[in-house]
C-alpha cells in the first residue's frame, strides 16, 4: 500500500460546526503533515507530527486542532472556523522527518466554510 | 530563508512539442529536490525526486536535472500530451527535512 487516504474528499461547514478531517497512511511513515492550499497558490505547510509528536506547528490559529491517535492516523479537528479557512487541505507523510525523504501527498479535502 | 521560483508560471503548447519547466532556488545547501504534479482540485502527485549528489533523474518521459551551484532545476517533458495538462510544482526540504518551500507552479495546458 502506497498511498495516503483522506476523508471526506469535500466538506462544508458553518462557522459554529465542529468537523473532523481524516488523514491514513499504511506506508510505515512516522512523520505525518498538514497543508493548507489556496486556489492557484503552493501548499502552505501547517502541522508536522514526527513519531506520533507534534513538532513544528506554524502559527496554526487554534480553531485548527490536529490529533495524532496513532502512527497511521492523522487528525485535523476544526471548530469556529472563519470564511477564510476554505482550501484544500493536503496530508503528506514520509518515512521519517529526515532530510532525504520523499514526501507522498493524498487527494485533500476540500473545505468550504459558509 | 530558502525562496523557491518557478518560470513561467503558465504554458500553453500544442500537442507533441518537447518543453522544459523551470525551477529556482537561492539557498544552494539543499540536499534533494522534488517535483509534482497537481491536477486541479485534486492532491500532489511526486513525480521525480532528484538527490543533490545527481545531476538528471528520469522517469518515462520526464527527465529532471540539478544544478545546485547555480540553484537550479529543470523539469523536461518529452512529446507532450494533453494529459500532461497540470499544475507542476518543485519544492525542497529544510535543513531538517520537515519542511518543503515550494515554488508558486507552472500551469501547463498541452492542447490537441
Known amino acids: 500500500d502506497t498511498e495516503v487516504t483522506q476523508t471526506p474528499k469535500h466538506l462544508v461547514m458553518g462557522m459554529t460546526n465542529k468537523k473532523s478531517l481524516k488523514c491514513e497512511q499504511h506506508m510505515g511513515h512516522r512523520a505525518m503533515y498538514w497543508y493548507k492550499q489556496k486556489a492557484k497558490k503552493p501548499p502552505e505547510l501547517m502541522f508536522v507530527y514526527s513519531y506520533e509528536k507534534l513538532s513544528i506547528n506554524e502559527s496554526v490559529p487554534s480553531r485548527f486542532s490536529p490529533e495524532c491517535p496513532n502512527s497511521s492516523l492523522l487528525n485535523l479537528h476544526l471548530h469556529a472556523l472563519q470564511p477564510e479557512d476554505s482550501a484544500l487541505y493536503l496530508c503528506a507523510s514520509s518515512q521519517a522527518p529526515s532530510i532525504a525523504n520523499e514526501q507522498f501527498f493524498g487527494p485533500g479535502t476540500r473545505l468550504t466554510v459558509l | 530563508k530558502q525562496e523557491v521560483t518557478q518560470i513561467p508560471a503558465a504554458l500553453s503548447v500544442p500537442e507533441g512539442e518537447n518543453l522544459v519547466l523551470n525551477c529556482s532556488f537561492t539557498?544552494?545547501?539543499?540536499?534533494?529536490l522534488q517535483w509534482f504534479r497537481q491536477d486541479p482540485g485534486k492532491g500532489l502527485t511526486s513525480l521525480l525526486l532528484i538527490q543533490s549528489s545527481q545531476r538528471e533523474q528520469t522517469s518515462g518521459r520526464l527527465n529532471a536535472s540539478l544544478d545546485k551551484s547555480s540553484g537550479r532545476s529543470t523539469l523536461y517533458i518529452a512529446a507532450s500530451q494533453p494529459g500532461d495538462s497540470a499544475t507542476y510544482l518543485c519544492a525542497v526540504p529544510n535543513n531538517a527535512g520537515n519542511m518543503l518551500t515550494f515554488g508558486g507552479g507552472t500551469r501547463l495546458m498541452v492542447k490537441p
Open positions: 539557498d544552494s545547501a539543499i540536499y534533494n
